[in-house]
């Protein structure tokens, strides 16, 4: 899907209006950290969803101008639409989802992660898990095999980790099932018996929880790779090759940005309301990934074998040539 998206050349989903071709500068009014009045002109790619936020909080607070750059943000409502858009330099770099850069790489296209950004909760509560009915006989992870789970997307980490979590119980992973849906919908179609299980981030994780006919199974991302990578920042081999300056830049900034977020996370959910109209109290009490742009290669090499295992890659990516050091 992804090498057809490259070669249709699909456009971006609610791409805002960025110009930027993603190979040169243009000279802005803002002063750079260089104090000569230049800014690189660059149009970043995100997802409408929390963890986004922080780089919002970057641009807000001036930080990618202190690093020389003029950042412009483009919100897809698809991840995939980002991977073809940073091929052909429509965006110079996204934030997504990891897992999909390895895909698009192992599909062929030239992908390279510049940094780290987001990652599941080591231990405690985490940022998404599966929830049945308490009255379904789902106790464990093995107990999934046979049923039928919803997650947003087939073939990503969602549907992955929940694998390696069944395997890792003692069932035999191929025998489960999954349907694809959007998390809103998940979980009226769990209380309707349509779907047996339903994989959810926050803020709809704890809304199905308050329902005290739900019942959490467990956190996927925890069981399967602890610390596990949800979001990088990716750029094309071609950018990152023309533009190594600019790259640095952006690493840069980002190590600031992201030590930022983690360091007062109440800062970035008080932009939530306003960046992804989301209600104040539940922006208030949403619990928030950890944010890190530090690149996890050991998380990161465990994902792709993890990838492959299962067939979701061809064979595991060469992380060495995929992450730009």
């Known amino acids: 899907m992804l090498a057809g998206a490259a070669i249709l050349s699909l456009g971006l989903v609610g791409c805002g209006g960025g110009t930027l071709s993603g190979s040169g500068k243009t000279e802005g009014t803002q002063t750079d950290a260089s104090g000569d009045g230049s800014l690189t002109k660059i149009t ?5 969803i929390a963890p986004s936020v922080a780089v919002q909080q970057g641009v807000d607070n001036g930080i990618f101008e202190k690093h020389g750059l ?27 989802n990891p897992l999909s850069v390895m895909t698009a790489a192992d599909k062929g296209l030239d992908m390279k992660i510049a940094t780290g ?11 998404n898990g599966v929830v049945v009915r308490k009255d379904s006989g789902i106790k464990s992870w093995k ?16 549907d992955l980790t929940i694998m390696e979590s069944a ?13 694809e849906m959007p998390f809103p919908d998940m979980e009226a179609q769990l209380d309707r018996g349509n779907v047996d299980a339903v994989w959810l981030p926050e803020p709809f994780l704890s809304r199905a929880l308050a329902d005290k006919d739900n019942q959490l199974i467990g956190y996927p991302n925890q069981k399967a790779i602890t610390g596990l990578p949800t979001m990088v920042t990716f750029t094309s081999g071609k950018f990152a090759e ?10 840069a900034a ?5 030590t930022a977020a983690e360091k007062d996370p ?18 208030d009490g949403l619990l928030m990934e950890t944010w890190n742009a530090e690149t996890p290669l050991p998380q990161l090499t465990e994902l792709g074998t993890l990838a492959a295992k299962f067939g979701f890659l061809e064979k595991a990516p060469d992380m060495n040539k995929l992450i730009i050091k």
């Open 70 to 96: 003029d950042v412009e943000l483009s919100t897809s409502n698809a991840g995939a639409a980002m991977l073809p858009a940073v091929s052909t330099g429509e965006l110079a770099i996204a934030v997504g």
């Open 143 to 158: 107990d999934l095999a046979g049923k039928t789970t919803s997650v947003n997307a087939l073939r990503t980490q969602g």
């Open 167 to 179: 395997e890792m119980d003692g069932a035999d992973p191929q025998e489960l099932k999954f349907s």
């Open 242 to 251: 023309e533009n190594p300056e600019v790259v640095a830049d952006w690493k």
């Open 44 to 48: 970043v790619g995100i997802l409408p």
């Open 117 to 127: 950004y987001s990652a599941s909760k080591s231990s405690g509560e985490d940022v």
């Open 266 to 283: 109440d800062a970035a959910r008080a932009l939530l309301p306003s960046f992804m109209k989301m209600d104040a109290k539940v922006a």
């Open 254 to 258: 980002m190590a600031e940005v992201l």
